[in-house]
């Protein structure tokens, strides 16, 4: 009888297996192997299969190892670049070489991470270059770009994610030449697409792939046919990733950059044939007044809108705004078309002058139905149109279940159903996907509510490793005190541990508040002594992490980071680096954001509670997050606080707490305090 792909996993996973030669201090994992096998027979069935793994089951190799040896092509999709560079880079060559598989693999990243041949040359001719570092920083990347073979930026050494060179030396959907351009044979976005579809094994991330289901230009769509495996790892973030693309934007930051393109094309390539000044001032106008349209906001607001305008925001003073910004994208239209023959730059800003006209002219009809609209202000302002959630786009245009097929804009051809997907196998995965049994808070949103689920506990002995500490007495989190308080807390912590620490803060605000008082707190030590306050924003976050790592190892006092958004999860920083985490707030959903209040609205009109269906859950899973941070290897030791008196006093603490990993509870300000002497002394012990 031949032997199954349920078999061989079982063998490869068995102590003395070909895993014991690809994984350092590598031992049998009852919960490892029993997703494993729940993979493989997904792989060998077809079907949706949902895994929540918690942390340390080694999820990784539970989904690699199946999908290796099924001879299957494997589409695999990370949360992040820096998780696809790991999964790339690290895991799938360990995993290929011990299991001996004549494996081709391949990574595909969206356009923005790989240098632009065409761009960059353009770039060393801009007179308006931003920053004076910037001739330095091009000198480099010129440099670079002789020896690379795969362009992707994050083989730049020292090049800091929030340079504002990097979207001159990047191409966007939207001026990409294709074909046209002068860089095409040796073009690195293509020559990654090239290599993807060649591939057995292709390594994307979840913006590439909703990237694709809404415009169908990234090279998804001929690469997921092909496809029988596609794996989601940190599928939590599925959801929130997807409504990003699935709605429609239009800032008044991409009409400055579309005047900025028009203007240098225009007097480069056909100057005096188009009053190209008159052009580039009406779109600059016109997004002016939008702006001015929406008057004093502080930064970073969110207006409602619901009617015809934003909240507070005059209807037709607005309407009339964005007839104008329409109306100058459709001059700008008919000034290319006459000279669309001259270069093909002149091609794809016409593309992307109809295309902004068309968004405008959408957003100035009502909303669509089961999709939300609101305005960002900043600097700039942006115009966001969003799905509620990604079900139907998951069960239409991914798994293809249901009655028809959608189009690139999203409509559905009459008349033909979709094809069944019956054959190819979906795996999501993640940590944390719910805090009950049918990890209802992941699947809803999804439309995976016929998905099979499976919860694998994670294999730590968290009472001996760490310690859960709420304290009793302290501020309400809404007083004025709390953030002084939680920095006060830490600070005693970290200075105990020489650093050690990560704070985690649910608003901005908190993050500089807590930040500049851990600073004052700390200068109180002895230099030699005194903990580095590292806080988000002041680095960029892979500069940021790295530091924190080092921690004490190199001769001086260790870190504490304070972070907010991105840290609470994705951060991993193993062994003594991190020993201690407070998180300031339950980290509830903000009530007046526009998508959670909709959100709010749907379930309440349905007859649910909002509060136990949407905002209890979305905090419970984003607290286990948070507190996965601390714990990451069966050595690992630590103290959590949680400096939020409601996880006691209120009822739903309870549930909430019951999402945390199973710690010993602290007490008293006692027990905290012995709790981090213990650490200390098994530091220096």
Known sequence: MSETLEDKVRDAFAQGGVLSRAAEQFRERSGQTEMALAVARTIEEGGVLVVEAGTGVGKTFSYLVPALLSGERVLLSTATKTLQDQLFGRDLPRLVEALELPVRTALLKGRASYLCLHRLDLARHDASLPERGSLRTLAKIEQW??????????????????????????????NCLGAQCPQFKPCHVNLARREALAADVVVINHHLFFADLAVRETGMAELLPTVSVVVFDEAHQLNETGVQFLGAQLGSGQALDFARD???????????????????????????????????????????????????????????????????????????DTVSEISPDFVRLYERAQQLAKRAARFALPCETDSVRWVDVGTQLRLVESPLDIAEAMR??????????????????????????????????????????????FTEPCGLGDAQVLRVQSPFDYAAQAGLYVPRAFPKPNDAAHSMRVAQLAARGAAELGGRTLVLTTTLRALRAIGDEMKQQFERLEADVRPEVLVQGELPKRVLMDRFREGADAGRAGCVLVASASFWEGFDAPGDALQLVVIDKLPFPPPNDPLVEARSQRLEAQGRSSFSDYSLPEAAVALKQGAGRLIRRETDCGVLAICDTRLVAMGYGRRLLAALPPMRRLESEADFEAAIGELRNSLSA
Do not use: Y
Not at 145 to 174: N, V
Not at 406 to 426: I, L, T
């Open 145 to 174: 770009s002789k020896a690379t073979r795969t362009g992707d930026l994050a083989e730049l050494p020292g090049l800091d994610e929030r340079s504002p060179l990097i979207p001159l030396i990047t191409s966007t959907r939207e």
């Open 262 to 336: 028009l203007l240098g094309a225009g007097l480069q390539h056909a100057r005096g044939l188009v009053d190209w000044q008159q052009l580039v001032a009406a779109v600059e106008r016109a997004a002016r007044e939008l702006r001015l349209a929406v008057g004093k906001q502080w930064p970073g607001t969110k207006l409602r809108w619901v009617g015809p305008s934003p909240e507070g925001i005059d209807a037709q003073v607005w309407q009339d705004s964005l007839e104008a910004l329409q109306q100058a994208f459709e001059m700008a239209a008919e000034g290319l």
């Open 396 to 441: 239409t245009r991914v798994l293809k279940i249901g009655s028809g097929t959608a189009h690139e804009d999203g409509d559905e051809e009459e008349g033909r159903a979709a094809p069944e997907d019956s054959g190819r196998a979906w795996v999501f995965t993640s940590a944390t996907l719910g805090d009950e049994p049918t990890l209802r808070w």
